[in-house]
C-alpha cells in the first residue's frame, strides 16, 4: 500500500484493495473516504464493494467521487467537512491520490497560508504548486 501522510489526520492513497481494510484499521485509520468514480474502477473496487469491506473491518466509509470537472467549491467544501473535519483518521483515495490531495488543499484555502498548505502537500509526495495562485488569492 501506498499510503501518504498529508496531516496527521489526513492521508491519501492510489486505489486501494478490498482485502487492505484490516491492514488499514490497524495503522490506525479510522475512516476510508473514496474519491474514485465507479466508472473508472472494476467491479471488485466499485464503491459497494469498497464500502462493504470496510465496514467488515470496522471503518467508517464514506463516498465522495470526483473528477476535475466536478470539483465545485461546493463538492470540495463537502469532501472537506467529510475528509479533514471529522473526528477521526481519514485516508482518501482516487487513481494515484492526487485528486484526494488536491480536493484536501482546495479545502484547505482560507483556513492555511498556501506555504503551508504546499508544504503538507510536498511532504506527502504531491506537487501542487500550480495551486499556488489560487491558493494565495485565498489566502487567510
Not at 475512516?31 to 464500502?51: F, G, K, S, T, Y
Not at 467537512?81 to 482518501?92: Q, R, S
Request: hydrophobic share 40%; aromatic share 4%; proline share 6%.
Amino acid at each position: 500500500m501506498d499510503i501518504r501522510q498529508i496531516t496527521p489526520r489526513y492521508y491519501v492513497a492510489p486505489q486501494i484493495m478490498p482485502d487492505q481494510m484490516s491492514a488499514l484499521k490497524e495503522a490506525g485509520i479510522t475512516r476510508i473516504l473514496c474519491n474514485r468514480p465507479d466508472a473508472e474502477v472494476p467491479a471488485h473496487c466499485a464503491a459497494d464493494a469498497m464500502q462493504a469491506a470496510a465496514e467488515a473491518a470496522g471503518l467508517e466509509f464514506q463516498l465522495q467521487p470526483l473528477t476535475h470537472q466536478t470539483m465545485t467549491e461546493e463538492i470540495i467544501e463537502r469532501n472537506r467537512e467529510i475528509g479533514a473535519d471529522l473526528e477521526g483518521v481519514t485516508l482518501a483515495y482516487c487513481a494515484s491520490g492526487t485528486r484526494s490531495c488536491v480536493a484536501w488543499a482546495l479545502g484547505q484555502a482560507g483556513r492555511q497560508s498556501a506555504d503551508d498548505i504546499l508544504t503538507a502537500a510536498r511532504s506527502g509526495g504531491y506537487d501542487l504548486d500550480n495551486l499556488r495562485p489560487y491558493l494565495e488569492q485565498h489566502a487567510p
